[in-house]
């Protein structure tokens, strides 16, 4: 497997990205300046976390019409999956490649922290190798995590098993009370109707190995791996 | 000055929408109820771009601030909003 981690003006996970896919899950991987317009030969793309373009006017308004992200899209058009974490989920929001859009937590704080998330379906490439229930321990590190959309979007995610994660206890229960942030329905990562697309504000970058003291973040690249 | 002629002033109004919970406007009205301005009874935070611009008319140019608001400033899933147009000389 070939991946290509998009960097940003303000990209700050783009190294972390890069490390783990080239040294825990060794794979080819390269880097996509976000001014180049030709997506290197790869079979995923990494958005990373981070504060692309200082997040002004909203987080991801701006990268999203960066010059790589025309082949992002068609990358994503093609049926090949895209991974965006934290601030790449934001991208992907405004891309319109995934539905809804990011608020501010609703703490008002940044929040950065270790949070469980439920696996909610394993029908996906990047959770395929995740049984559905299983309680993953992952860091979040954000001040717009807080996941919006309107009813008619939820239930279809819902029906369409497009909720990837919903944060939970480490038990894996789903209440308000272990959401961090207010999103709607625990929603800490979805999918498209395709489902080639993942967005989720955790970082399975940061938690794949254990000297990060999380590895749960490794299935997902295991899954990518097939 | 460009080949459209006439310069004008686009004042953009950002907010979110009713439906979309605003903790930021609701810590700022506590701070004003703090303060002992209790008649506050509501607030919604949002965003001001004043923009300056060229245009043939008003009319088209309320058109183009139209899209810029759709295409860049505006994510309509969780904001409105509004604007104002006025000519700055001729």
Known sequence: MKAAVVVFPGSNCDEDCFQVLKNVAKVEVQYFWHKERNLPPTDLVVLPGGFSYGDYLRTGAIARFSPAMDSVIKHAQAGRPVIGICNGFQILLEAGLLPGAMLRNESLSFICKHVYLRTETSNSPFTREIKKGTVLNLPIAHGEGNYFCGPETLKRLQEEDRIAFRYSSEKGEGTREFNPNGSVDNIAGILNEERNVLGMMPHPERASEMILSSEDGKKIWESLLG | ?90
């Open chain 2, 1 to 90: 000055m460009g080949v459209n002629g006439r310069k004008f002033k686009a004042d953009v109004k950002v907010a979110l929408k009713r439906s979309v919970l605003d903790p930021q406007g609701k810590t700022i009205l506590a701070a004003l109820h703090s303060l002992g301005f209790n008649e506050a009874k509501d607030l919604r935070a949002g965003k001001h771009f004043e923009i300056t611009l060229e245009g043939r008319d008003k009319v088209s140019v309320e058109t183009r601030v139209r899209q810029f608001c759709e295409k860049l400033l505006v994510n309509p899933v969780i904001e409105h909003y509004s604007f104002e147009v006025e000519e700055l000389e001729r």
